[in-house]
């Protein structure tokens, strides 16, 4: 009863019979793959999905993945020989009441309880078996006689008769013991190559499985890239446009002063003309002569600008010069950094809306690595083959020549000039006050803390050991470095005629930024320092 209450739980809800390759939803059911897999291709147009048991909705049709341990279960299960029951055949010779038959005689072609089996005729004609229904078919039905052979040219089971003579006489027979047996080997072996196939038919499912989940976990990954991405450019484009129309709307309120100014001083020079007009209307309307010679001041009532002749019209051209809104989206372009996909600054002759500030960028000799030489003024770095004895302390760059600056940039935006000697070997750039001072993650460009731009045979610029190689050639000894921090940027600029753009880091910048130099051989010269003017 409980095998039988067991088994009907490994039934298919769709198709009611034991599971076929099983297959579960997110809900938990699970369902014959093909009949699941028909199920939801029937609800393609709705684009609904439920499941066909307990009704729970999917947006999206379901993916399929195959219980493992179901299948193993219903492996087992059916591997289990089913338990005989009664046979439903009962002895022919009781015929006041049923009584199960326990064996039945091929001969008499009767079934014959324990009782009617102890007189039956023992003679060898009287072949017993376990008890079996339509005995007819058990012999010959030529002969009438038992089917004791089988012969293997017409693979047909016959009589002794049968082998004697007819259309089997002269054939290869067989006792039907014997060639029973030999089926049974050659099905244990088709069945043996069955199973092999279907585990290797598994084990394919298996990979493809895997294979299905690699690509799904691949695609959620890309697209969470491309929406972080997506979502960083509308940030930046939206924190570009409040910057331009602040500017926009900044540069207006300072013509509308200028303008609103202007008009007042011409409403009163227009009154003042308007009174002297009168007043000459009312001198020319006079009819007394002596009335109009003596009528005093008459000089006052000149304009001075009508007379000299030079200035007539200035106020009008200033006026003109100042409301001429033409000017205010050209100023403002002047002032606003157009960035391509790739980061960099398409309009890099402007390097940035900068002008000196009332600082400077000083080095700081406590950094210096020993074989670097610093000027008097703290601006010089020299590459020395004799070793400076200074202490050996934390902050002291141990492995490389490197040397940071004294002033740390934690907002605004900022530039720094470098002059070179000759074909000295260098690099320059920014780095974090956190960056190492010894080992390979000291070298500026070789870690996450550092950007730089290196010139030795070639100029390239280098972020966390990834090296790009700029396709320019580099005449100039002069660079410009340039920093926004909150729009965290990092340019490099050659200082030619006119100025050229080398390359733009894009980072988020989390700590302050030291400018930091690196010698290979030569010196380099610290020209000059900016900031915006907004900051000062």
Same mark, same amino acid.
């Given at each position: 009863?409980?095998?039988?209450?067991?088994?009907?739980?490994?039934?298919?809800?769709?198709?009611?019979?034991?599971?076929?390759?099983?297959?579960?939803?997110?809900?938990?059911?699970?369902?014959?793959?093909?009949?699941?897999?028909?199920?939801?291709?029937?609800?393609?147009?709705?684009?609904?999905?439920?499941?066909?048991?307990?009704?729970?909705?999917?947006?999206?049709?379901?993916?399929?993945?195959?219980?493992?341990?179901?299948?193993?279960?219903?492996?087992?299960?059916?591997?289990?020989?089913?338990?005989?029951?009664?046979?439903?055949?009962?002895?022919?010779?009781?015929?006041?009441?049923?009584?199960?038959?326990?064996?039945?005689?091929?001969?008499?072609?009767?079934?014959?309880?324990?009782?009617?089996?102890?007189?039956?005729?023992?003679?060898?004609?009287?072949?017993?078996?376990?008890?079996?229904? %339509?005995?007819?078919?058990?012999?010959?039905?030529?002969?009438?006689?038992?089917?004791?052979?089988?012969?293997?040219?017409?693979?047909?089971?016959?009589?002794?008769?049968?082998?004697?003579?007819?259309?089997?006489?002269?054939?290869?027979?067989?006792?039907?013991?014997?060639?029973?047996?030999?089926?049974?080997?050659?099905?244990?072996?088709?069945?043996?190559?069955?199973?092999?196939?279907?585990?290797?038919?598994?084990?394919?499912?298996?990979?493809?499985?895997?294979?299905?989940?690699?690509?799904?976990?691949?695609?959620?990954?890309?697209?969470?890239?491309?929406?972080?991405?997506?979502?960083?450019?509308?940030?930046?484009?939206?924190?570009?446009?409040?910057?331009?129309?602040?500017?926009?709307?900044?540069?207006?309120?300072?013509?509308?002063?200028?303008?609103?100014?202007?008009?007042?001083?011409?409403?009163?020079?227009?009154?003042?003309?308007?009174?002297?007009?009168?007043?000459?209307?009312?001198?020319?309307?006079?009819?007394?002569?002596?009335?109009?010679?003596?009528?005093?001041?008459?000089?006052?009532?000149?304009?001075?600008?009508?007379?000299?002749?030079?200035?007539?019209?200035?106020?009008?051209?200033?006026?003109?010069?100042?409301?001429?809104?033409?000017?205010?989206?050209?100023?403002?372009?002047?002032?606003?950094?157009?960035?391509?996909?790739?980061?960099?600054?398409?309009?890099?002759?402007?390097?940035?809306?900068?002008?000196?500030?009332?600082?400077?960028?000083?080095?700081?000799?406590?950094?210096?690595?020993?074989?670097?030489?610093?000027?008097?003024?703290?601006?010089?770095?020299?590459?020395?083959?004799?070793?400076?004895?200074?202490?050996?302390?934390?902050?002291?760059?141990?492995?490389?020549?490197?040397?940071?600056?004294?002033?740390?940039?934690?907002?605004?935006?900022?530039?720094?000039?470098?002059?070179?000697?000759?074909?000295?070997?260098?690099?320059?750039?920014?780095?974090?006050?956190?960056?190492?001072?010894?080992?390979?993650?000291?070298?500026?460009?070789?870690?996450?803390?550092?950007?730089?731009?290196?010139?030795?045979?070639?100029?390239?610029?280098?972020?966390? %050991?990834?090296?790009?190689?700029?396709?320019?050639?580099?005449?100039?000894?002069?660079?410009?470095?340039?920093?926004?921090?909150?729009?965290?940027?990092?340019?490099?600029?050659?200082?030619?005629?006119?100025?050229?753009?080398?390359?733009?880091?894009?980072?988020?910048?989390?700590?302050?930024?030291?400018?930091?130099?690196?010698?290979?051989?030569?010196?380099?010269?610290?020209?000059?320092?900016?900031?915006?003017?907004?900051?000062?």
């Amino acid at each position: 009863m409980a095998s039988a209450d067991f088994s009907k739980e490994l039934d298919c809800s769709i198709c009611l019979h034991t599971y076929t390759d099983p297959v579960m939803l997110r809900c938990g059911h699970n369902f014959c793959r093909v009949c699941i897999d028909r199920a939801l291709s029937t609800q393609d147009e709705s684009g609904v999905y439920t499941c066909p048991q307990c009704r729970a909705h999917f947006y999206k049709r379901p993916s399929l993945q195959r219980n493992i341990t179901l299948c193993n279960i219903i492996q087992q299960f059916l591997s289990i020989p089913t338990p005989q029951k009664g046979t439903g055949i009962f002895c022919t010779n009781c015929i006041h009441s049923p009584v199960p038959a326990v064996k039945s005689c091929l001969h008499c072609e009767v079934s014959l309880c324990d009782n009617h089996l102890r007189v039956h005729s023992k003679s060898p004609e009287h072949v017993l078996t376990e008890p079996c229904t %339509s005995l007819e078919k058990r012999k010959c039905s030529v002969h009438k006689k038992i089917l004791e052979y089988y012969c293997t040219e017409d693979a047909t089971c016959i009589c002794v008769t049968c082998s004697l003579v007819g259309e089997h006489q002269g054939h290869w027979v067989e006792m039907l013991d014997e060639a029973s047996e030999k089926k049974k080997k050659k099905v244990t072996h088709i069945l043996q190559k069955l199973t092999r196939k279907r585990e290797e038919t598994e084990t394919g499912v298996q990979n493809l499985e895997k294979r299905w989940r690699k690509a799904q976990e691949k695609a959620t990954g890309d697209a969470q890239k491309v929406t972080a991405l997506f979502t960083d450019t509308r940030r930046r484009l939206d924190n570009l446009e409040k910057k331009v129309l602040s500017e926009i709307s900044r540069q207006e309120e300072q013509v509308s002063l200028m303008l609103s100014t202007l008009i007042q001083e011409l409403e009163i020079k227009k009154d003042v003309l308007s009174r002297k007009m009168r007043h000459i209307e009312e001198l020319c309307n006079m009819t007394d002569p002596l009335t109009v010679l003596q009528e005093p001041h008459i000089d006052d009532l000149c304009d001075p600008e009508m007379e000299g002749g030079d200035d007539t019209g200035r106020d009008d051209k200033q006026l003109y010069d100042v409301a001429d809104t033409e000017d205010l989206p050209v100023s403002t372009k002047k002032n606003v950094k157009v960035r391509t996909a790739g980061g960099n600054v398409t309009d890099p002759g402007n390097c940035g809306n900068y002008m000196e500030g009332p600082g400077d960028i000083l080095l700081d000799v406590n950094t210096a690595a020993n074989n670097i030489l610093i000027s008097d003024d703290l601006k010089t770095a020299t590459w020395s083959q004799t070793e400076q004895d200074r202490p050996d302390t934390a902050e002291r760059f141990q492995d490389y020549n490197q040397v940071l600056s004294s002033r740390t940039f934690f907002s605004g935006r900022h530039y720094w000039d470098v002059e070179s000697s000759g074909k000295a070997e260098w690099l320059v750039g920014m780095c974090y006050p956190s960056i190492d001072r010894k080992g390979d993650q000291s070298y500026i460009g070789d870690n996450d803390k550092s950007w730089c731009l290196q010139r030795e045979n070639n100029y390239l610029v280098m972020h966390d %050991s990834q090296a790009i190689q700029l396709p320019v050639k580099i005449s100039s000894d002069k660079v410009r470095i340039c920093l926004d921090y909150e729009a965290g940027q990092l340019s490099f600029y050659e200082l030619c005629d006119p100025i050229r753009h080398l390359h733009t880091f894009n980072a988020t910048f989390t700590e302050p930024l030291h400018a930091v130099l690196c010698l290979g051989n030569g010196s380099i010269k610290i020209s000059g320092w900016g900031s915006n003017c907004e900051e000062l």
